[in-house]
């Protein structure tokens, strides 16, 4: 029978999974409800979900030889970069997280990096760019609240180059400031109000 787990901040399906010794897809078997508008990889502290528990398997194989079984737990971390609209093309970058190696490469064509890292990693620094123009970037992950909260959808204005201001659950004017200017550029009428159009093409475009 499955587990009841209520969620701490910073856990998500990938470090929740990760630790039960599962992948994530089948900790999404036992949660349905998870899919749907929301990103289903995406929790928010307070929630609770159902873990799956492990049960012995086996594996047919030949005596007298060595077997080696692979199973790829990571998770991919992608970002793109970009200033006053233009993307940071072909530029170094240095990652170092709190769990796992170092990483090291170079944007792609648009700013774009795709890097496997631990599900369990909480932090990331990011340095991008030669001297003396270098950049450093600090993010926190597995902390984005689903969509279909404040928090979520503020996260996601801020990390799309919207910024709303506090990213507090409150819906501050600098808030309803920063919807409108997403709504003008994502062609909806800018209200200023987090509609059903406005969080759906959000949520595509960060996901993107």
């Known amino acids: 029978m499955p587990l009841k787990v209520n969620i701490e901040p910073g856990e998500d399906i990938a470090s929740i999974a990760y ?11 036992v949660n349905p409800e998870l899919r749907g508008a929301r990103d289903p990889m995406v929790l928010a502290p307070g929630e609770q979900i159902l873990v799956p528990q492990i049960f012995p398997g086996e594996c047919a194989a030949e005596t007298e030889k060595k077997h080696r079984y692979i199973v790829d737990r990571c998770v991919h971390l992608r970002l ?55 950049r450093r970037y600090k993010i926190l992950l597995g902390r984005l609240d689903p969509i279909d909260t404040t928090r979520g959808w503020q996260a ?41 159009r406005t969080l759906a093409r959000l949520l595509e475009l960060h996901q993107s």
């Open 156 to 196: 996601r204005l801020a990390n799309l180059g919207f910024p709303p201001g506090p990213i507090d659950g409150t819906v501050h004017e600098s808030t309803r400031t920063a919807l409108r200017r997403f709504q003008l550029v994502a062609n909806i009428e800018p209200t200023g109000d987090p509609d059903a």
């Open 80 to 134: 793109e970069f970009r200033e006053e609209g233009s993307a940071l093309s072909f530029q170094p970058y240095h990652l170092k997280f709190d769990v796992g190696p170092e990483k090291y490469g170079q944007t792609d064509r648009v700013g774009r990096i795709d890097v496997p890292i631990s599900p369990v990693a909480q932090t990331a620094d990011i340095w991008i760019g030669v001297a003396p123009s270098r």
């Open 19 to 29: 630790r039960s010794g599962l992948l994530p897809q089948q900790v999404l078997a």
